[in-house]
Structure formats: structure tokens, C-alpha cells
């Protein structure tokens, strides 16, 4: 058994500390803001294993432009932080070819096999019972032409994955979701989405149980040192603590620490906005994704969050909550029970790489360092199969782990 350090009490961190304990490990975790809200807190809540399709994509480039033009819209570049952005926006162009496309998708099918079986392991191991509710999800189409495309693609996925859709039209969307009173020509519910109760009561129930499990720092960690028979995560104190083995897996922020390892790294934030209803007006059988618009509204226990959206931007930038209001503006247009005011807005930082692909990945120069981070939309959906991943990479006795671990390694970073 090993003394293992962990950068990062996320949902990604959190994933990784509760496997490597239950492991048998002595984990200790660094989190300098146990009661913050980062993205492992306020996103839309979603189990999404039916979506395996990389955002750069070729039939996602020729909808750019339009989407560019539009200040509010799906897509927004903040033009100020161009010259930060401008080497994984190359990146991502790049990846938008239709072989590099198809290699993403397989290396995200090949994880979403796992992703219920992982996230039952973790909720059992974690005292947890029933954080999903099997909702399934509803996309919501402005025009024909777009639900019968996204229909055909999505039946593809489904016979991979296993799961059933439906194509209905409006007056059969009204029957199961009321609340739609507006236009549209018609709706896919699939079954292949589940609900969390709520991301952050399961992010809490999550920290909670590994502050039983393993030691909190209440530090961020500023630097990574590998030494002879240590790696020794330096905390914000200034303090050195020894460990045989350490994991990144602090979001966006993992990247700092990657570069201090003299490593490259291509992480940058797809930040997105919502609003949060404590007294849900109406009720929402499933989450409904506008699939012309880049939203989606979600139910939980007890609230009905709505957002979305990606915002290309320096991390640090100053929020624009315009967003989060264009995005109520334009559900009222489906749902006019939807108030004007009473939400609570919110902003997060999805912790993205150009291809989609997150980093789940020995370090290439010091098999003692792991790093757990680049999860973009997806990081709630892939973090109990990340921690399962990284534990098997860190336990070593897992070849086929290792074998099937090239798409996410940190090495394709390292050429270019
Ligand atoms: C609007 C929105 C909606 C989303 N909806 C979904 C969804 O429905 N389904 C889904 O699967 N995913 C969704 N996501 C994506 C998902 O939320 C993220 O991929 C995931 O939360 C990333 O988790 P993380 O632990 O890597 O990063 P984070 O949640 O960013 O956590 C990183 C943690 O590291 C800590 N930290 C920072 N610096 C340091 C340091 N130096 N040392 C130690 N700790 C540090 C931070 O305080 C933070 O707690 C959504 C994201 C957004 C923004």
C-alpha cells in the first residue's frame, strides 16, 4: 500500500481519493476551497453517457461562424483573450478532421461502457444510495430537418451503447413535458441519460466521505517535486509534504502544475453559465436539452437549474451574466411559466482539451505522478470511471488498463 497525494477535491479528485482509499491506500487530499462551487458543483447535473462526439467535429465547424456573430449565443470567444487561446484553438481545429473526430469518438464509447457500472461501484463504496434517478433526457428541435439528422446519428449511438430513443412530435412532447407551451417541431427522448438528485449533494456526499477516509489539507498546492524516493506536493504554506505517489486532478488549475513539471499541456476553459430556481415554478420530468440554442434545463431534488452555453475565456476572467439571462430569455420562448427574476446565476470553468479527450494518465517522464484533469463537459459523467482508471494506472497490476490508456495520455501533448 502506498501514501498518495491528491491535487484537487473536485468531483475528479474526490472520484480518484474515495477509489485509491477504498483501495487500501493512505490518500491525502489538498483543497484549498472544500466549500466552494467550482464546475464540480454548479453544473447541469446530467449522466450523459450518449454523448460520445467530440465538440470539434467537422459538422460542428460549419456552424461556427454563425454562432460567433451572436454575443450570447451557444459559442462566444472573449476576442480580448485571443492571443492566450490561440494555441488550443488550433489545436482544436485540428482535431476537427473527420479521422481525428472518429478516434475520439471510440476512445469515449470505449469509456462509457464502464460509466454506470463505475458510478454504482462509487456510490456503494461511498455509502451512497441512489444519487441517479434514470430520467432518461428530451432534445428539443426547432425544425425538422434537425431532429431527422440528429435522429439518425443518435440511433447509430444508441445501437452501440444499448439504450432506446424515441422521435416525437410536438403534441406528443406536450403530452409528457406540459410545461412546453411554446413552438418547436418536435423532440428525441432517450434513455441513455440518467439524473444526478442533485451535483451538489453528491459532490458534498462525496467530500464528506473521504474526509472519513482519507487526510484533508486545507492548501492548495503550488508546486510538484519529484525527489529520489518521494514526490513532495508543496502546499500553499509552504510546506513540503513527502508522498510515494501524487496525483494532479485540480481542474483547469492542474495546468500550472503540469508546466512546472517542464510538461506541455493544452487545457484551457469552456466556461458556461446557468441559473438556479430553489422553488422549481413547474415541474420537469427529464432534462430538456434546446439543441438549436446550446442549453439545457435540468430537475433536481428540491431546484430547476437552466444553462449552459460555452464561453472561450481566460479562467480568470470576469464573469458576463448576460449569458445566463439570454438563456432564460430564450427557454420563455418554449416554457412562459418560467419567471423573469428569483434564480440565483452562476459561473463555472469546464476544464477542456482541444480534442474532448480527457488527460486520465501517467506522467511520461516519472510513472509515480498521475494526472486526472480535462474533463470539458463531461467530468460528472467520467469521474467515478476516472478514479477507477487512475487507481488501476497507480496500482500498476492492470496491463490491459495501461494498453487501452494511449487516447488520454498526456503524451500527445508532447509533439507539437
Ligand atoms: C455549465 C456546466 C454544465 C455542466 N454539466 C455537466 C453535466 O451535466 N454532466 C457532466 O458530466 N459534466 C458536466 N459539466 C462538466 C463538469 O462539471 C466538469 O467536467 C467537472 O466538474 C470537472 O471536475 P474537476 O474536479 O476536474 O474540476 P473542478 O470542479 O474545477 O474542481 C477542481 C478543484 O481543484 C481545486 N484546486 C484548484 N487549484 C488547486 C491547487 N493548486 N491545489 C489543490 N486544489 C486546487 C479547486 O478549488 C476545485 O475544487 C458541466 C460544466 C459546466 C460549467
Not at 454506470?116 to 456510490?123: F, G
Not at 439524473?195 to 451538489?200: G, I, L, Q
Not at 512546472?260 to 499541456?265: D, T
Request: charged share 20%; net charge positive; glycine share 10%.
Amino acid at each position: 500500500m502506498a501514501s498518495i497525494g491528491i491535487a484537487g477535491g473536485g468531483i475528479i479528485g474526490c472520484a480518484i481519493a474515495a477509489t485509491l482509499a477504498a483501495r487500501g491506500h493512505a490518500v491525502t487530499l489538498f483543497e484549498p476551497d472544500l466549500a466552494g462551487l467550482p464546475a464540480s458543483a454548479g453544473n447541469a447535473g446530467i449522466l450523459a453517457v450518449p454523448e460520445v462526439d467530440p465538440i470539434a467535429r467537422p459538422d460542428m465547424l460549419t456552424q461556427v461562424p454563425r454562432w460567433l456573430i451572436d454575443p450570447l449565443g451557444p459559442l462566444t470567444l472573449r476576442w480580448r483573450d485571443l492571443a492566450a487561446l490561440t494555441p488550443w484553438l488550433t489545436a482544436f481545429l485540428r482535431s476537427a478532421s473527420p479521422a481525428r473526430a472518429a478516434a475520439t469518438r471510440a476512445a469515449l464509447l470505449g469509456l462509457m461502457r464502464r460509466v454506470e457500472a463505475d458510478h454504482e461501484a462509487l456510490s456503494a463504496l461511498a455509502g451512497m444510495t441512489d444519487p441517479l434517478r434514470a430520467t432518461g433526457a428530451l432534445t428539443l428541435f426547432d425544425r425538422d430537418a434537425g431532429l431527422e439528422t440528429a435522429f439518425r446519428h443518435e440511433s447509430k449511438t444508441a445501437r452501440e451503447l444499448g439504450f432506446t430513443l424515441e422521435r416525437l412530435g410536438p403534441s406528443e412532447v406536450r403530452a409528457r413535458i406540459p410545461a412546453l407551451d411554446g413552438r418547436f417541431a418536435g423532440g428525441i427522448v432517450s434513455s441513455g441519460y440518467k439524473t444526478f438528485r442533485h451535483p451538489t449533494t453528491f459532490l458534498r456526499a462525496l467530500q464528506t466521505h473521504v474526509g472519513r477516509t482519507a487526510t484533508m489539507v486545507d492548501e492548495a498546492v503550488t508546486a510538484v517535486r519529484p525527489e529520489a524516493r518521494a514526490v513532495a506536493l508543496v502546499s500553499g504554506d509552504g510546506a513540503s509534504h513527502r508522498f510515494d505517489k501524487v496525483v494532479i486532478a485540480a481542474g483547469v488549475w492542474s495546468r500550472s502544475l503540469v508546466r512546472g513539471l517542464g510538461l506541455r499541456v493544452l487545457l484551457e476553459t469552456e466556461r458556461g453559465y446557468n441559473t438556479t430556481y430553489a422553488t422549481p415554478p413547474f415541474e420537469l420530468a427529464m432534462p430538456i436539452f434546446f439543441a438549436d440554442h446550446g442549453f439545457v434545463a435540468s430537475p433536481f431534488e428540491g431546484a430547476l437549474r437552466i444553462g449552459g452555453a460555452v464561453e472561450l475565456a481566460r479562467p480568470e476572467a470576469p464573469p458576463n451574466f448576460a449569458r445566463a439571462r439570454a438563456m432564460r430569455t430564450k427557454m420563455r420562448r418554449y416554457v412562459s411559466a418560467l419567471p423573469e427574476e428569483g434564480g440565483i446565476e452562476w459561473m463555472g470553468r469546464r476544464p477542456s482539451t482541444p480534442d474532448s479527450l480527457p488527460v486520465i494518465s501517467l506522467s511520461p517522464t516519472d510513472p509515480r505522478i498521475a494526472f486526472a484533469f480535462g474533463h470539458g463537459h463531461l467530468g460528472l459523467t467520467l469521474s467515478a470511471t476516472t478514479g477507477r482508471l487512475i487507481a488501476d494506472l497507480l496500482d500498476g497490476n492492470d496491463p490491459e488498463t495501461a494498453r487501452g490508456m494511449a487516447p488520454f495520455s498526456l503524451n500527445r501533448f508532447q509533439h507539437g
